[in-house]
């Protein structure tokens, strides 16, 4: 089973309503803020929908694990996160993944941060995804 990638990046906040739909809040910001060093807190999220053939995940385990480097690339964190997959309500109709995982970075540096998610099952890669943020220092600011 394929899923095919719609949105990663990064929100101030995220949650799913009672329909499984995704909430965001401060979605997509230009660069992240503050006094350097600074701890921010921003939320990944990563959407994925399935493609053909469609599977009944019910049950299921999966992983998703989040890596984060700095301007240089150097790896500040590679941290895994078991997932329950859930079952669909049509079993003919696609799937749609959303992973939500918000996760403090202590922003030592002004530049190009990196953010890599992957989500695997003990057998497959199901999505793969890599964004790019900004971190400035206040003291910048004009």
Do not use: H
């Not at 700095?70 to 992973?99: H, Y």
């Amino acid at each position: 089973m394929t899923y095919r990638l719609q949105f990663f990046d990064i929100a101030e906040g995220a949650v799913a309503d009672m329909r499984g739909s995704v909430v965001m809040t401060g979605v997509a910001p230009e660069f992240l803020v503050g006094g350097i060093p600074f701890v921010a807190s921003p939320t990944f999220v990563l959407l994925a929908a399935e493609e053909e053939p469609y599977t009944d995940w019910s049950g299921r385990q999966a992983t998703a694990t989040l890596a984060i480097s700095d301007p240089e690339g150097v790896e500040l964190t590679r941290m895994p996160f078991p997932i329950n997959m859930s079952g669909k309500r049509w079993a003919d109709l696609p799937g749609r993944m959303a992973v939500m995982i918000q996760y403090p970075i202590t922003i030592e540096k002004r530049g190009r941060y990196t953010a890599t998610m992957r989500v695997a099952s003990a057998d497959e890669v199901l999505a793969d995804a890599t964004m790019s943020f900004l971190a400035v220092d206040q003291s910048e600011a004009s």
